[in-house]
Every structure is written in structure tokens, then in C-alpha cells.
């Protein structure tokens, strides 16, 4: 199991592993990430979604609400590395910025 480091930059995705190592997660073990890719406009367009759907797989939409933007979530099943979660919100965001879209958030359930 991947112990507290101090390789994590001091920025929301660093805290959010320093969080998980406190909490004894596993590292080593491949993990269901949850990635959403929020849309400054919605619904996004087709082709941002067929561009999604050809990086990731399946998607799911998540429509605006209460003064929230909308956004479309993605999966990926991978070991969690602050590098391999980094990569694929700076891959995927460079990829939607054409289309109004960022990836700045994700989760995993443990």
C-alpha cells in the first residue's frame, strides 16, 4: 500500500490523495475513477459526446441544475496514481476545450 508522500504538489488533486492515503486507501489495486467533464453550455455538442465516447466508453449526462452547470461523466478502471489521473484531465480537457468543456473533478469509491 502506497504510504503518505510527499511527492503530491499542494493542489486540490494532491490533497485529495493525501486524503485518501490517511484513510488507508489501496493504490495498488485497480479502482473505478469517476471523471465528469463540465459544460459551460448544455446540452454539449454531439460531437464532444462521440469524441468522449471514443476516448472513454460509455457516458452519462448530467443535465444543469439548481444554478449548477451540467456535466457528462466517464469512467476509467485503473490503480489511482496522481500522474494517471492528472494525464486524463489535462488529455480530456484539452480535447473538449474546443467544445466549451474542462475536466477539473473526480472521485472514487472506496
Known amino acids: 500500500m502506497t504510504k503518505l508522500t510527499a511527492d503530491w504538489p ?24 469517476d471523471f465528469n467533464v463540465d ?3 448544455w446540452p454539449p455538442p454531439e460531437a464532444a459526446l462521440e469524441l468522449l465516447r471514443s476516448m472513454f466508453g ?10 449548477c452547470l451540467g456535466y457528462v461523466l466517464f469512467q476509467v478502471v485503473s490503480p489511482v496514481s496522481y500522474e494517471g489521473v492528472t494525464s486524463i484531465q489535462r488529455r480530456t480537457s484539452s480535447a473538449m476545450q474546443p467544445f466549451g468543456g474542462v475536466c477539473e473533478s473526480w472521485g472514487v469509491m472506496h
Open 10 to 33: 499542494d493542489d486540490a488533486d494532491g490533497d485529495v490523495f493525501r486524503r485518501l492515503a490517511e484513510a488507508g486507501f489501496d493504490f495498488d489495486k485497480s479502482w473505478v475513477l
Open 39 to 41: 459544460f459551460t453550455n
Open 58 to 67: 460509455n457516458l452519462a449526462a448530467h443535465p444543469p441544475e439548481r444554478g
